[in-house]
């Protein structure tokens, strides 16, 4: 497809997180009673950030930013997305030679005062294309009608080396707290944590790593400081000598607050993004598991002090069923605990389902997914996630490479699909789907009339119980099953603003 070439300044190799918060200005607290209703308003301002996305020359990646059109949104607004500062880095940051990749690029001659990425109007992509490993974090902000829903889509190639195939991440929200269960640094593992801080001010953070046995001693992963507008990628291997491939990955922000994402990748099983868990609950769900694949694994961990007992179920087309073998799990406090569910899906469209089988534990939660065999495998991730609730956006999709997954756990639930034109043209189109309770459907999403490009998918529940969304994307090169999976939460465009009425007694007082 034609995209707008994008022009970045030339950064270090590392990777930096994504983030996103969302502001509107609401009445202050006051003694007075809560009201009895809230009215549903679009948020005026949102922040993104985008991670630097790959340390190989070879790499080629594509950006796509989409704001959907909001009711009640202004009329006026803007756009922009900035690259973040590199850190100078203090011996866990930086970028590392690796087989089939280099630490620079030759595309090093870009100012930073050239345009990135300029969304025009909400309702249509734009996209943009860049290459090589010098591209950099990239901190954006969009205000008036950009603001609501806005939701920028990174997807990067790699070809060859270490996390070659596809990777994919949605820029997300900034905050002062993050769960990453299923990061590794285990011999063939290179993963990387990414900080961004998108603040005026510098931001303090910890990491904290939990394997098999209980929390890694990690003393480089106190006291990390992140610059204001930087971002820092702390690579995992040199917080600790223990090599696991299965562990927990905690930050949490002192002072401050940061994005944060960990970038997975494999010598021989490709990689990809690892978006933040949902927060510690007690039953939660995985949408979206690949009807192909050909290994799935269970990572999960309870930071509480009890142990959490779950039972196990995958939400297929035809209802719930429970894992031949893998009827329940036992996760140790403070312990990671993985369960091996294999080629669970066996063809058909599927999502996990994590209960307790008694007392309620908080508890978080991801998959590692594969697809392919032998020396053509390739990885992937599915956090647990939050549901779609009132809206949620997808950008960065085509009519072959993409499919859509849609989860209803509890109870059946209406939900209504938007494409939206394409980066090239056309007008949008919507679907209604009814999800049965308990099931998963990879439903036939629709896609613009007319036009072309790229375009964005939009799910909002209608009616019904929760219901759960990922989408995938899949690109097949040299006989290697490229994919990327990202769940689709909450897009937090409106925000509850309680009604209020005069009272002219506080003149009084």
Known sequence: MNRTTLSLIAGTAALAAVTAFAALDTPSASGASAPDTAAQLPVQRTSLLCPAPSISDIADTSYTSFTPVTKGAASSGKAQIQPATPDSGDGTSGSKDQKGQKGQSSKTSQKADQPVLAPKAPGTPVTGDTSGADTPALIGTADGKFAPGWTVQETTEVAAGTGRGLQGVTCTPADTEFWFPGAGTASGRTDYVHLTNPDDSAAVVDIELYGKNGRIKSPLGEDLTVEPHSSKPVLLSTLTD?????????????????????????????????????????????????????????????????????????????????????????????????????????????????????????????????????????????????????????????????????????????????????????????????????????????????????????????????????????????????????????????VAVPESDEDLSVLQK
């Not at 969304?469 to 090169?477: D, I, Q, Y």
Request: hydrophobic share 35%; proline share 6%; no cysteine.
């Open 242 to 494: 223990e090599r696991q491939g299965d562990l927990t990955v905690h930050v949490s922000v002192r002072s401050g607050r940061v994005g944060a994402t960990v970038q997975a990748l494999d010598d021989k099983a490709g990689g990809d993004w690892l978006a933040a868990a949902t927060d510690p609950a007690g039953s939660l769900v995985l949408p979206g598991i690949p009807k192909d694949a050909t290994d799935v694994r269970l990572i999960a961990f309870t930071p509480g002090d009890a142990d959490a007992d779950l039972k196990i179920r995958l939400a297929s087309p035809d209802g719930l069923i429970t894992p031949a073998g893998n009827e329940t799990v036992h996760v140790k406090s403070g312990m990671t605990t993985t369960a091996d569910l294999g080629a669970v899906t066996r063809g058909e469209a599927g999502s996990l389902v994590l209960t307790p089988t008694d007392q309620s534990v908080p508890v978080v939660a991801a998959l590692q997914v594969v697809r392919g065999k032998g020396d053509k495998q390739e990885t992937a991730f599915i956090p647990a996630t939050a549901p779609v609730g009132t809206r949620a956006t997808s950008a960065d999709n085509s009519a072959k490479g993409t499919t859509l997954a849609l989860t209803a756990p509890t109870a059946t639930a209406e939900v209504k699909v938007t494409a939206s034109a394409g980066s090239e043209g056309g007008s949008a189109v919507s679907r209604t789907y009814t999800i049965k309770s308990g099931t998963t459907q990879n439903v036939q999403a629709p896609t613009p009339s007319g036009g072309g490009g790229t375009y964005a998918l939009t799910v909002e529940t209608l009616s019904g119980g929760p219901a759960y969304a990922s989408r995938t994307l899949t690109a097949t090169e040299g006989g290697v099953p490229g994919f990327t999976i990202q769940t689709l939460p909450n897009d937090r465009g409106l």
